[in-house]
């Protein structure tokens, strides 16, 4: 879709149909019962409900056929291979043999996002990038407000930060 609004819409409903399809068939629902002696929300599990209407294979096949496609381009281009998300490559711009199939619109093609002349990866969803001079956060369970806080001397295994992750609180 070459209008950017339809492409959004698309792609919306690509990822919501991915995620019916996907949907555990087992309901779980909790009911609130009143406060603790701390004065807490209490919760009772309702029994679980079963939903017919989904069908997980359409879901098994999506995912096996991305894992093909995410493999095979890593095996093309495994001397380059740094890192690989759900939805994105990151490689090694010296070793990189052209191999792949990028295209920041067409369905099933790699999108180019950035180059960045220094990165540092801890783990899944958690790495910093040097781009434009400009240190880029992806970090996985920290919230935005703290992102300036990490650096490439600081953003090490175990670092902490106070207040640094956001938890569920009722």
């Keep these: 879709e070459k209008n950017s609004y339809m492409y959004l819409v698309s792609k919306l409903r690509l990822n919501s149909l ?10 779980f629902s909790y009911i609130s019962c009143g406060l603790d002696e701390n004065n807490k929300i209490k919760f009772e599990l309702e029994p679980s409900t079963t939903k017919s209407k989904y069908y997980l294979p359409i879901a098994i096949f999506i995912t096996a056929y991305a894992r093909e496609i995410l ?15 759900t939805d994105s490559l ?9 191999s792949l ?11 180019f996002e950035s180059e960045s002349k220094k990165s540092l990866y801890l783990a899944n969803k958690q790495y910093i990038k040097l781009i434009n001079d400009k240190i880029q956060h992806t970090i996985a369970s ?29």
Excluded: C
Excluded at 71 to 85: G, H, M, P, S, V
């Design 142 to 170: 920290l919230n935005k407000e703290n992102h300036h806080l990490i650096n490439f001397d600081n953003f090490k295994k175990g670092f902490t930060i106070k207040n640094g992750k956001k938890m569920l609180k009722h």
């Design 90 to 98: 990151h490689l090694l711009k010296s070793k990189y043999k052209n």
């Design 18 to 27: 991915y995620g019916k399809f996907g949907t555990r068939p087992e309901r």
């Design 101 to 111: 199939k990028v295209d920041n619109k067409k369905l099933g093609f790699w999108k």
């Design 71 to 85: 493999i095979t381009n890593l095996q093309y281009e495994r001397e380059a291979f740094i890192y690989a998300d």
